[in-house]
């Protein structure tokens, strides 16, 4: 009965590689979001999609992209990862795209070696 | 940067006593909340606040917004032990997308 998963919940990959983390939603909500938190604990939202269509694409480098087959699920692919991708990612969702609380995953705590 | 503020960053209490965190943001908003986070888990949504609201209820929970101040703050009262946790705000200027400006966060620690 879990609202917003996240899969793996733990990530050590090397320099260079490429790695993709999951989430999914049962919440049957419209709009997804993909924030990273880093070592500080300071939490910046990276993307969203509503139905489907990214409707926020904030200063994320290239080697970062999102995916959504469907709105259930919101994938993120990280190309040539780098020291600097080493963070918790949450994946969340939310009812409508204007104004709302948003509904959090446990998180994908990243590690680059 | 966009990012709002929150003092004090750190804050330890008695079991029983009152805990207040303040948040200050810099432009205008159409909404602030609350979130909670425990050690290594994820953001729980604890309250939300119009601009249009100085002051919301829920539970123990306290939420003031003073839009001229740009700021808000949260009290809980009567703090329990499993009130430990890092707590944030988040506005939310408004618009075609629900994008959320989180602050820096408050770690309150309730000793038993």
């Known amino acids: 009965d879990t609202a917003v998963s996240q899969t793996p919940k733990y990530l050590v990959t090397q320099m260079g590689n490429d790695k993709s983390i999951k989430c999914e939603q049962n919440?049957?909500?419209?709009?997804m979001y993909w924030y990273k938190q880093d070592s500080k604990k300071f939490l910046k939202i990276m993307f969203s999609?509503?139905?489907?269509?990214?409707?926020i694409n904030e200063t994320v480098p290239n080697r970062f992209s999102p995916k959504s087959p469907d709105k259930a699920h919101l994938n993120l692919h990280i190309n040539s990862l780098e020291l600097g991708d080493s963070a918790v990612y949450f994946c969340?969702?939310?009812?409508?795209?204007?104004?709302?609380?948003?509904?959090f995953g446990p998180g994908t705590r990243l590690t680059v070696t | 940067s966009q990012q709002g503020e929150e003092d004090p960053q750190a804050l330890s209490i008695q079991e029983g006593e009152n805990a207040t965190m303040n948040c200050s943001y810099k432009?205008?908003?159409?909404?602030l909340q609350w979130y909670r986070q425990n050690s290594g888990r994820g953001l729980v949504h604890l309250i939300l606040?119009?601009?249009?609201?100085r002051e919301k209820h829920s539970g123990r929970l306290r939420v003031t917004l003073d839009t001229s101040k740009k700021s808000s703050s949260l009290l809980i009262t009567a703090s329990r032990a499993a009130d430990t946790a890092s707590y944030f705000c988040?506005?939310?200027?408004?618009?075609?997308?629900?994008?959320?400006?989180f602050g820096t966060g408050t770690l309150l620690a309730v000793q038993p």
């Open positions: 969340a969702s939310s009812p409508r795209t204007q104004s709302g609380e948003q509904y």
């Open positions: 919440l049957g909500h419209d709009t």
């Open positions: 999609y509503n139905n489907k269509e990214l409707i």
């Open positions: 432009t205008s908003i159409n909404n």
């Open positions: 606040i119009r601009s249009n609201e």
């Open positions: 988040a506005t939310d200027k408004g618009g075609a997308t629900n994008k959320l400006i």
